[in-house]
């Protein structure tokens, strides 16, 4: 049973929790904890008399939903077992067909290249701002919106996150209201914010806005389990029969009563105390940014970056921690903080490490954290070989950026459609001979996490070259092999 030695070999380490999912292992509360390892078998049921149908809920499983719309001012809401990827498949198939154009991100997740690639509607990407100084994308600029809009009228749909990975939310209202102008459904992936209607404190939720449809997974940053996530939806230009097609597509026909479970346990407490749950993160996100900030070397994004490179809010119960600055590389102390001092956090790149926190972490996980990041920042140097190395360490991780930069400057050539690409045949070509071939995977780099390449697009000198750099620097590369080779065409 090799998995299920991993995950005891993981618990047995009590490690300090700052990834998903949000319970953080902690049940989600006492009660919710026990009655779950009580009823776990007992409760793994199939679609029984009074236990209704996700498929076709007119009982309990409707009743639930009906409660999450109106926690969220949605006209409908769905619970989904197949994570926020089946909910961003079903709202991008349920608005698009074949040919429609919808403008995406550059860094919009993976799951909205296979709603393209399963809708066969063509993407028109548009680039997010870049903070030079964190070595980051950051969101959609409207003025940047509104000049491929007016190159590409017909695009039927915009997608757009809130927030990002980073934590980072765009100006809603007025993409909302440029969408509205221009006759555009608004379909938003929210994965990362179930939990922003439930503060003041915190950016607006895409429910605020006139958008079409938006995505939850609320295993992110809340209590359900991983794999459970929501879709809702408001107003009549989303077809709720399409909705409900693609939906039954993208489920399983055995949906998790547990997973279903947990979904409905977690609104209720954000029903009966979602106020409290959300501050207790945010304090005590302030308190370890505070100390960060003023303790170490290394820095902790906050509220400066509101209105900076397309940040209209940010939400500050994540800690977006860049080590650059004191000469780190953010795989470095992500690789230290798990094997020096058992603290695993959610992500690294480049130039920062990230950690999410919820009302599930507590006190001593802030003090493991800060008393860790003090100790690495004050014995660092010593690693470093002195203040000279580390300096030409961060300009050295500053050249990588600009060249990084430079390159998302202009968008690759695309010669076919991600549909057209993903139905060629294919073969794996060593990444120094791909140039001038038509990529079939997406090539994406982390860090930023924007794809160099996407299915359709030829792969240039330049990209290579990066790609190499890249990989040499100890980032991770999606779409290339063990051997450093790319899936192209044939």
């Known amino acids: 049973m090799p998995l299920v030695r991993a995950l005891r070999r993981y618990e047995k380490k009590h490690s300090t929790r700052f990834h998903m999912p949000g319970h953080k292992g902690r049940g989600g509360f006492k009660d919710l904890g026990r009655l779950f390892k009580k009823n776990l078998f007992r409760w793994d049921v199939t679609e029984l008399p009074g236990l209704d149908n996700l498929h076709e809920p007119t009982g309990v499983i409707r009743e639930a939903e009906e409660k999450l719309a109106m926690l969220y001012g949605a006209e409908r809401s769905f619970f989904l077992v197949n994570g926020s990827t089946s909910g961003v498949l079903a709202m991008m198939g349920a608005a698009l067909k074949p040919g429609d154009r919808v403008i995406v991100p550059r860094a919009s997740h993976r799951s909205v290249l296979s709603g393209m690639i399963l809708t066969g509607a063509k993407p028109v990407y548009v680039m997010p701002g870049w903070h030079e100084e964190l070595g980051v994308y950051t969101q959609i600029i409207p003025e940047v919106l509104q000049?491929?809009?007016?190159?590409?009228?017909?695009?039927?749909?915009?997608?757009?996150?809130?927030?990002?990975?980073?934590?980072?939310?765009?100006?809603?209202?007025?993409?909302?209201?440029?969408?509205?102008?221009?006759?555009?459904?608004?379909?938003?992936?929210?994965?990362?914010?179930?939990?922003?209607?439930?503060?003041?404190?915190?950016?607006?939720?895409?429910?605020?806005?006139?958008?079409?449809?938006?995505?939850?997974?609320?295993?992110?940053?809340?209590?359900?389990?991983?794999?459970?996530?929501?879709?809702?939806?408001?107003?009549?230009?989303?077809?709720?029969?399409?909705?409900?097609?693609?939906?039954?597509m993208v489920t399983s026909?055995?949906?998790?009563?547990?997973?279903?479970?947990?979904?409905?346990?977690?609104?209720?407490?954000?029903e009966s105390c979602g106020r409290y749950i959300a501050e207790k993160a945010l304090n005590m996100a302030e308190k370890a940014r505070k100390i960060i900030?003023?303790?170490?070397?290394?820095?902790?994004?906050?509220?400066?970056?509101?209105?900076?490179?397309?940040?209209?809010?940010?939400?500050?119960?994540?800690?977006?921690?860049?080590?650059?600055?004191?000469?780190?590389?953010?795989?470095?102390?992500?690789?230290?903080?798990?094997?020096?001092?058992?603290?695993?956090?959610?992500?690294a790149d480049l130039c920062n490490v990230y950690f999410l926190i919820t009302s599930w972490n507590n006190n001593r996980d802030i003090r493991k954290l800060t008393d860790a990041l003090k100790d690495i920042s004050k014995h660092g140097l010593n690693k470093n070989n002195g203040s000279r190395n580390a300096v030409q360490k961060h300009a050295s991780i500053r050249n990588m950026l600009a060249d990084l930069s430079a390159v998302f400057k202009n968008l690759p050539k695309k010669a076919i459609e991600p549909r057209e690409a993903f139905d060629s045949g294919g073969e794996w070509v060593d990444l120094r001979h791909a140039a001038g071939r038509i990529a079939k995977k997406a090539l994406v780099p982390y860090p930023p996490g924007i794809p160099l390449i996407m299915p359709g697009e030829i792969l240039e000198n330049e990209h290579i070259v990066l790609t190499e750099s890249l990989i040499r620097a100890g980032c991770s590369i999606q779409g290339t092999d063990s051997n450093n080779r790319v899936y192209v065409t044939v």
């Open 147 to 248: 000049k491929v809009i007016k190159e590409n009228p017909d695009a039927r749909a915009i997608v757009v996150a809130n927030p990002t990975y980073q934590g980072f939310c765009p100006d809603l209202k007025e993409i909302c209201e440029i969408a509205r102008q221009n006759n555009m459904l608004v379909l938003a992936d929210e994965a990362h914010g179930p939990h922003l209607a439930f503060s003041p404190h915190l950016p607006a939720t895409a429910g605020d806005f006139e958008v079409d449809a938006w995505v939850q997974s609320p295993h992110k940053m809340l209590s359900s389990l991983t794999q459970s996530a929501w879709l809702h939806i408001k107003g009549d230009r989303i077809d709720k029969e399409r909705l409900s097609s693609y939906l039954g």
């Open 253 to 270: 026909t055995s949906p998790s009563y547990i997973l279903m479970a947990s979904l409905d346990w977690a609104r209720m407490l954000m």
């Open 293 to 347: 900030n003023g303790c170490t070397g290394f820095y902790c994004a906050g509220e400066e970056l509101k209105g900076k490179e397309g940040i209209l809010d940010i939400d500050l119960s994540r800690l977006m921690v860049n080590v650059s600055v004191a000469g780190f590389t953010g795989f470095e102390v992500e690789y230290l903080l798990r094997l020096k001092y058992n603290i695993y956090a959610e992500y």
